[in-house]
Structure formats: C-alpha cells, structure tokens
C-alpha cells in the first residue's frame, strides 16, 4: 500500500512538485489529445463556443468570462476541439501551482507538495482538465484569491498584494456569480478573528474586496439592458422540488454520494472530520487552519441543508470542498499545529486517491482504444462530426446554398454542437415552442431578419408542430440523418412569412455606445469641455514632468534614477511593444470615426507645446468613416502608460500613488468625454499597463541584484591572504 510520504531534510519538495508537475501536464495533455480522436466536445462546451462568437458582458446564464475564454481561442484556432481541451490543461494546472504556492506560504513546502498531489489525483481534477466550462477559471481564481489573501494577511503594508487581490477578484466574479461570496467571506474573516481584527481599519482591505464589485458594472448594465435574465435563471435553481419519501430520500443521499465520488470518499470524509475536530478554540489554531476552516466549513453547512430542500448540482459547492480537502491533507500530512493523524488512515487516504486516479485514467483508455467510443451512452461527446457532414449536405442542395439560416429544434445542445461542427460554422438559430427564453439563443436577434427567405430545419422528429409549419409557406421533408448515437430529420421551410422574437428586446445600441453616450452627451459641460481635452493632451504635459523628474533625480539620485530607470522600461514596454501590436492586431475604430451622435473634443492648433493650453476647446459632430481595419481604439496608449506609470509610483513611492492613481483615472475618463475611445477599451489597457510595470519592476530588481552580487569583493583564500603585505607586516 502506499503510504504518506515523511519529511526528510535534503529540502527537494519544490524540486519534487515541478518535477510531478511537468509529468502530470504531459499525461493530460497526452489525455486531452487521445480524446479528441473519438469525441469533440461536450454541448456545454460547444454552446459556449457559440458564446465566444459574440463577445458580450453577459450571457444567459453565466458572467461573461466563459465567453472571452472561448473567443479568444475562436479566433487564434478556430473550431478546434483540441485547443478547447488544451486550455482547460492549462487553467486546471495553473489552478495546481496556486494551490502550492497557498500550501507552502500557510506552512512549508511539503505541504505544498501533499496538497497539490492530492488535488491532482480527484477525479473531479481530471474532469477539470478535460472539458472546459465556467469551473476552470473560476478555481483558478479563487485559489489565486487565497493567495493573495494570505498574503495580505501578512505584508498589509505592501501594496501589490492588495492590488492582485483586487485584480483576481474581479476576474473571479467575472466568471461565476458564486464568487461574490469570497470577498464577504474575507471580511467576515477579520471580523471573526482577534488576531486580524485590526484590518478591518485599513483602507486597503475594503477596497480590495469591496472595490472589486466595479468590475461588475458593465455586466449589472448588460442584465439591465436585458431585464436580468441570468439573475432570474439563476432564481430558478432554488425552487424545492416535489415528490415523495422515496423521491426525497434519494435527492438527499446523491449529495453526499456524488461528492464522495468526484473527491475520493476517504478524502471526503477526512475532510469532514477534519472540520469538525477543529471547530473548537478555532481562535487558538494557525493562520491556514483558521482561514481554511472559515472558507469553507460554514458554506458547506449550507448546501448541506439546501440538499434537504432540492438537488444540488455536482459543481455548486466545488470551490468549498478545495479549502475543506486541503485542510484534510495538512492534518494528514503532520503539518504544524495540526492534531497527529492515524497512520493507518493516512496509508487509506492516498492509496485510495492513487486507485481513484488510475482507475480515471484506465477508464479513459479503455473507452478510446475499444468499441466503447462508440457506446449510446457517450453520445453527447462523439458522432457530430458525422451528423454535421450529413446536414451540410442537404444545406448545400438549398436553392440559397450555404446562405440558408439552419433553425435547429429541441435542446440548445443541438444548435451548438452544429454551429460548431459544420463546415464554414454558419450562424445556427433555435425555435422555443414555449415563447419563453430557455437559453442564448432567444437572446440574440433571430429569424426576423431573415423573413421571405428558405429555412433548413433541422429537428429529433419525423414532423414539425403545427405552429412552426404556420410560419412558412410550405414545409417539405429533405431526408433523415442517421448515426450509431442519433437520429434527426431535416426539413426545408420555404418562405418564412412570420417570426416574432421571444426574448429581451434591447434598445439596438450596444452597452459600449450607450456607457460612452452618457458620457460624452448627457455628462457635458462647458468646463469640462476644456479641461477633458486638456488631460487628454499629454505633449502638453511631457516637458514639465520630465523637469520634475529630472529634479528629482538630482536631489536622490539612487531612489529616483532606478525609479525613472524602470519607468523607461515599462513605457517602453506598454507603448512600443504591446500598445503598437494590439493597435494593429486589433484594428478597431475609434468611436469618433465609427457612429453618429458624439462630440469630438479637441484643443485648438495655433500653439504648439504648452501653449496649446492658451487655445479654446474645438467641438465637432462625429462622422463615420469606412472600416480599413486600421483603427487604433483598441488599447488606449494614453491609460496604458498612465497606468504603468501609477503602478510604479504605487509600489515604490506610495505618498504619490493616490496621485499618480487619481490622474490615470481622470486621463482615462477624458479619452471617453473626447470620444477617442469605447469604454470597453480602458479596462483591458489598464491591465496591460499594470503587467508592463510589474514586469518591468521584477527585470530591474534582477539586474539591480545581479550588479550588486557583481560589485561585491570576492573573498581571497585563506593562504592567499596569509601571505599578503599587509599579514607580513603584522607578523
């Protein structure tokens, strides 16, 4: 049997991790390829696929993050089931390097090690890996918080760990609504414990946390705009269902029964004693124990009693159970301050999580080199491939060709997996017999724009319902398509005469247009009219603050001139290496040149330099131009380098930072009042600016370090300097 690894002293666990690490990324992703050879995607992954087609700040039924995912990898691999699976290894192990790096800052690199092993040996970690959906980043992001959270805890004057925390909590909340309850768990947290009750004072931990509900601004307009229709999803899961004893006796044992499979029972229940062994003087136990506990024993209770009430779906509590079953394995491993554990335990715990791995992985192999790839039961991964090519014939016989809407029945599944798999992955629409809004689809604009023209329906039976046929001018039966998992019809609806959408009707401007409309028109005033295109000038700015840099180099030159030195670099970084690429790889108008109804706001030209200041501000309408593909909205130059300058001065002169903060953001509020640029193009640019100066600060500190290793004395050998001079005269 295998048994719990003890602690040596030769201080390789961090050699041990990479090197389990490295070895674990090749077999998922040896994995992740061996299943494309027999399946492509799940239908979740090819609706949000789908999604990634049309970016958004909302969908449906989940933050829009999923969607960025996915579009990202729409457009730098195309419908490629492979890239799919190979950025879920990617998140997923990226999501094993955060739960390291907590293990090892809570206790020590053993630990580390223990926990990320255990993590990666679930079952539930090798789903993650494989299929992509909304967990993947989500747990990426909530470990990072952890992180970043602890250390806060620890260096609370430190700025860039409050800074991260802020970031990743914002990306979090971007990608699953649960995530909204991590930030109160921090704060309930300080609160609960003496021993970090004094944070509560400190600006910086409300600003985090609470600070990073901003990024939920657009998304809050998006839900608006679409009378909240995730929120009302959402609601739609807590209903308690009905049925009787029997039907209730079984909802309620799944919920255990169906953790205990996806995290290995022993580490489950492990966990679960683990919890409540340490309930008692929680107060007097280690930062790791109590921070642990807190994020997760009280949530668990939770969906506990809610599985009395309803199902709870596998997934809900999943980044509840990652605290529990980490604290399981610090108490298992020995860790310091943890009660001593049964080594018999120990020796069931990972045998059990080396079984549970193996027997995932054999599983895998056995159902991609065998007939069983072919089974009825996996009919949700494979044969797409064959039904798209089926239908893609019968799409090419259309009097319109290729140009025919599809109009696929029955589950959003189907519109998705043919969106995706078909050749030229044509716009694929669905029909909702009950006019209600079930999925994206009666979201987006549907057969409305398409009347008097053919339609391909593509449905699971022989006969279409007596409304659908109503809305065209005559329906005719093409043919059947037959694979070994499925079996659909397709039909040609000839003249559509009538199609009334089902779902939100928005305003037909996008949230981009109407965010910088509120700006630009509705928030105007004379002053401002001025003073916004004054910011926006910065060659009206760049000789007096290289004046004051320069001044301030001479009066400190080893703090200012490293400072400007650093600075250089991330200008240089933000400005002509990743702003110019973007811009081009982007090419995205800027607003001024792309609609009608702005102000464009500008200084006059009589002056040149800092004398422009003397001039009045120009006011003209906006005028759209032709799209050559060559705009420069997208990132914003200006906010970049602001930005990176801002991060800079935050970290390594703090007293200016909330100056340097406050005129980044007033410069970016300008480009948006002069119509430069979309308000969606300021976050990404801020971000980009943050990591230029992050980057460029850690390749200064390197070189900084290696100087001063360099200009050290080397230390002489001992003979040597026995017989030098000056040993002589003393002797």
Request: include cysteine; charge should be positive; charged fraction near 15%.
């Amino acid at each position: 049997m295998f048994s719990l690894p003890t602690p040596d002293s030769d201080g390789c666990w961090n050699r041990r991790f990479w090197a389990f690490l490295g070895s674990l990324l090749l077999l998922r992703l040896l994995a992740a390829a061996g299943l494309c050879t027999f399946a492509g995607l799940a239908g979740d992954e090819a609706y949000y696929w789908d999604w990634g087609r049309s970016p958004a700040w909302g969908y449906y039924s989940k933050p829009p993050m999923i969607g960025w995912i996915m579009s990202l990898i729409g457009h730098g691999a195309g419908a490629s089931a492979l890239a799919v699976r190979l950025t879920a290894v990617g998140i997923s192990t990226g999501s094993l390097v955060m739960v390291w790096l907590l293990m090892r800052r809570l206790w020590d690199e053993r630990v580390g090690f223990l926990s990320a092993l255990a993590v990666a040996l679930t079952p539930a970690h090798l789903g993650l890996s494989l299929f992509l959906t909304i967990d993947a980043p989500l747990l990426l992001c909530w470990t990072s918080a952890l992180c970043c959270f602890v250390a806060c805890l620890e260096s609370p004057h430190r700025p860039l760990p409050w800074l991260l925390l802020w970031l990743v909590l914002g990306v979090g909340m971007l990608s699953k609504q649960i995530m909204l309850v991590l930030p109160l768990l921090f704060l309930g947290f300080c609160g609960t414990f003496a021993q970090e009750r004094g944070l509560l004072r400190r600006p910086a931990l409300w600003i985090s946390t609470l600070g990073s509900l901003l990024f939920l601004v657009p998304v809050l307009m998006w839900q608006r705009e679409h009378q909240w229709i995730t929120l009302t999803h959402t609601a739609e899961h807590f209903h308690g269902m009905t049925g009787g004893l029997w039907a209730w006796l079984r909802r309620t044992a799944e919920w255990p029964l169906i953790q205990g499979l996806i995290y290995t029972p022993p580490l489950c229940v492990g966990a679960v004693v683990c919890l409540w062994r340490l309930r008692t003087a929680l107060g007097s136990h280690s930062l790791g124990t109590r921070l642990l506990w807190f994020c997760s024993a009280p949530a668990l209770i939770v969906f506990s009693l809610l599985a009395l009430r309803q199902r709870v779906n596998p997934n809900w509590p999943a980044v509840f159970w990652l605290p529990a079953l980490l604290l399981a394995v610090a108490f298992f491993a020995g860790a310091r301050g943890m009660p001593k554990a049964d080594l018999r335990w120990n020796r069931v715990v990972w045998t059990t999580l080396a079984a549970a791995t193996l027997i995932a992985h054999a599983a895998l192999m056995a159902v991609g080199f065998s007939s069983l790839s072919k089974h009825p039961k996996l009919g949700e991964l494979v044969g797409w491939d064959e039904v798209a090519k089926q239908v893609s014939t019968f799409h090419e016989k259309c009097p319109q060709g290729r140009q025919t809407p599809i109009l696929a029945l029955g589950h959003r599944y189907l519109a998705a997996q043919l969106a995706f798999a078909m050749p030229g992955h044509p716009r694929c629409f669905r029909y909702e017999p009950k006019a209600s809004v079930s999925s994206q689809y009666e979201i987006w604009p549907g057969l409305e724009r398409h009347l008097g023209s053919d339609v391909l329906v593509v449905g699971s039976k022989p006969s279409l319902s007596q409304d659908l046929v109503q809305r065209f001018a005559s329906v005719v039966l093409l043919g059947e398509v037959r694979t070994s998992q499925r079996r659909l019809w397709v039909h040609l609806g000839r003249n559509l005469r009538n199609w009334a959408s089902v779902g939100p009707r928005p305003s037909g401007r996008s949230l981009d247009f109407q965010l910088l409309h509120l700006v630009n028109v509705e928030a105007s005033h004379p002053a401002l009219d001025w003073l916004m295109p004054v910011l926006s000038a910065l060659e009206i700015w760049l000789m007096p603050l290289l004046v004051l840099a320069a001044i301030a180099c001479w009066r400190q030159p080893a703090r200012w001139g490293r400072l400007m030195a650093t600075m250089a670099l991330a200008l240089l970084l933000s400005d002509a290496v990743v702003g110019r690429s973007l811009k081009q790889f982007a090419g995205r108008q800027r607003p001024r040149d792309s609609v009608e109804g702005l102000w464009v706001r500008d200084l006059g030209k009589e002056y040149k330099g800092p004398l422009r200041l003397l001039t009045n501000a120009v006011l003209s309408p906006s005028r759209p131009r032709p799209d050559d593909g060559k705009g420069r909205s997208m990132p914003s130059n200006h906010v970049m380098n602001l930005s990176a300058a801002a991060t800079l001065l935050v970290l390594h002169a703090p007293r200016l930072g909330p100056l340097a903060v406050g005129l980044a953001l007033a410069v970016a509020y300008s480009r948006l009042y002069c119509a430069a640029h979309w308000p969606s193009d300021l976050p990404p640019s801020i971000l980009l600016g943050v990591l230029c100066a992050l980057a460029a600060s850690n390749l200064m500190r390197r070189l900084w370090k290696g100087d001063a290793k360099g200009s050290r004395p080397v230390p002489q050998p001992k003979d040597e300097r026995d017989s030098s001079p000056a040993s002589d005269s003393r002797k």
